[in-house]
């Protein structure tokens, strides 16, 4: 399994839905509950994204795991939907992470892309 580890730190739908998708998976998953520092709970970050739209949240969460040389990637889930599974796929057996963040919109949640995009990116973990 590519995928060992998923930390999430907000109780929302997007969250609630790659919990759900995990535990389909057998992913282990933490809900990041503050009592740590984030940064030394996770070794990376994947944002997961709709047309490039990421709020500005998103964006300094990014730029803080890059100043301290985590690796990060970004998903559009409408993009061309083999290349961007491939592409976290790839992401994944280079960077060999542990314990990854995943982060996205929650408007993204209802869009039958991203349910697409689970669906898909399970059948080559």
Same mark, same amino acid.
């Given at each position: 399994?590519?995928?060992?580890?998923?930390?999430?730190?907000?109780?929302?739908?997007?969250?609630?839905?790659? $919990?759900?998708?995990?535990?389909?998976?057998?992913?282990?998953?933490?809900?990041?509950?503050?009592?740590?520092? #984030?940064?030394?709970?996770?070794?990376? $970050?994947?944002?997961?994204?709709?047309?490039?739209?990421?709020?500005?949240?998103?964006?300094? #969460?990014?730029?803080?795991?890059?100043?301290?040389?985590?690796?990060?990637?970004?998903?559009?889930?409408?993009?061309?939907?083999?290349?961007?599974?491939?592409? $976290?796929?790839?992401? #994944?057996?280079?960077?060999?992470?542990?314990?990854? #963040?995943?982060?996205?919109?929650?408007?993204?949640?209802?869009?039958?892309?991203?349910?697409?995009?689970?669906?898909? $990116?399970?059948?080559?973990?």
């Amino acid at each position: 399994m590519l995928l060992k580890k998923i930390v999430l730190r907000n109780d929302d739908q997007f969250a609630t839905a790659i $919990l759900n998708w995990a535990g389909e998976q057998n992913i282990d998953v933490e809900t990041f509950d503050g009592k740590a520092s #984030l940064f030394d709970i996770v070794d990376s $970050l994947v944002i997961l994204q709709e047309d490039h739209n990421v709020s500005r949240e998103i964006k300094d #969460l990014r730029d803080a795991i890059e100043r301290i040389h985590k690796p990060t990637h970004q998903i559009d889930v409408n993009a061309t939907m083999s290349a961007s599974v491939a592409s $976290l796929r790839f992401w #994944l057996e280079n960077n060999k992470p542990k314990s990854v #963040l995943i982060v996205g919109e929650e408007k993204m949640v209802p869009s039958h892309r991203f349910t697409e995009y689970l669906e898909k $990116l399970a059948k080559v973990l």
